[in-house]
């Protein structure tokens, strides 16, 4: 590090778990990038002074992780397009303005979709959850046009809100929405197998728990996609792989979407 290191970094809480440092540091290291990238540990109530604080210092740009991704919205000059039809933002680049807001979690979704070879266009799809990373996921799919998008929630007024946020960007979409344990009221559930999302945080750091218990509906699930990536195996994937469903976890859309963040913030700092 020298007078010239530029500085980055991951705001969240908590951020001690996150592979985020690991990932920068390291691809920094590859390029020979004199770059710095470290956990910032904010609380909600101190979100805008942290902000304002990080720009003052310049520094080049941030991740945003849980529970911030939305609140962060308020302190920024700009909101890329795709980040506002999702509804958050996990990626900030320095202009001179103020800091610039970006959604890289659904390019890391879609590059991952495709390398692991995770159909949806023309699929009917169930996604489990409704949350921050569920909105992402909602997004990729109608912009990819899947057939059908089950969201099945355990708050039905959250998957209810998101569903009509979908709508109002992709209005042909076709939503549906449901509980956990309703999964038996899609038409044809029992003819059919679905690839599954899963995008609760059921299952994270605690390998005995998933958001459906019942084998009933994991015999319905042709492959399913977890977006935890610890543990590697999660009891969502171990019981899709169980009744003969191929299962992918989460690792490859974290490094996809850690790769399109640093690409934005090399091009930041190229043009600043
Ligand atoms: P979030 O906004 O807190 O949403 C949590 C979701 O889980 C909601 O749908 C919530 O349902 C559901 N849920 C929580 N506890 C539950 C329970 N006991 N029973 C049933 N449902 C429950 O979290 P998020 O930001 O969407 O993140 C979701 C997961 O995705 C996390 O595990 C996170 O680690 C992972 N993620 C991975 C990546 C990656 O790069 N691979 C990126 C982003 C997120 P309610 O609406 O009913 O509360």
């Not at 609140?71 to 039809?85: F, K, R, S, T």
């Not at 949350?131 to 990729?140: D, K, N």
């Not at 038996?184 to 998933?210: E, M």
Request: aromatic letters at 10%; one cysteine or more; a negative charge.
């Amino acid at each position: 590090m020298d007078g010239k290191t530029r500085v980055y970094g991951l705001i969240g809480d908590p951020v001690e778990h996150s592979l985020s440092p690991l990932i920068h540091n390291s691809i920094a290291e590859m390029f020979k990038e004199n770059f710095v990238y470290v956990p910032l540990p904010v609380k909600k109530e101190n979100l805008g002074e942290a902000i304002k604080g990080a720009y003052a210092f310049h520094f080049g740009g941030m991740n945003v992780t849980v529970p911030h991704k939305q609140a962060v919205m308020e302190y920024l000059c700009d909101i890329d397009e795709v980040a506002a039809q999702i509804g958050a933002v996990n990626t900030l680049l320095w202009t001179k303005d103020g800091y610039k807001g970006f959604n890289t979690d659904i390019i890391g979704l879609e590059k991952s979709f495709i390398s692991d070879g995770f159909d949806v266009t023309g699929e009917e799809i169930i996604m489990l959850g409704a949350g921050g990373a569920s909105r992402a996921v909602g997004i990729l799919l109608a912009r990819k046009n899947a057939k059908c998008i089950y969201i099945l929630n355990r708050t039905l007024e959250t998957a209810e809100n998101l569903k009509a946020d979908i709508l109002k960007f992709y209005p042909d979409a076709r939503i549906e929405v449901l509980g956990l344990d309703e999964y038996g009221r899609i038409p044809g559930f029992y003819q059919k197998k679905f690839n599954v999302i899963q995008a609760t945080s059921v299952g994270l750091s605690d390998a005995t728990k998933a958001p459906i218990y019942d084998d009933d509906f994991y015999e319905h699930v042709n492959f399913g996609y977890d977006l935890i990536y610890n543990p590697l195996e999660t009891l969502f994937m171990k019981k899709v792989r169980e009744k003969g469903g191929k299962a992918v976890n989460g690792i490859h859309m974290l490094l996809s979407q850690a790769v399109a963040s640093y690409e934005i913030w090399r091009e930041g700092a190229v043009n600043e």
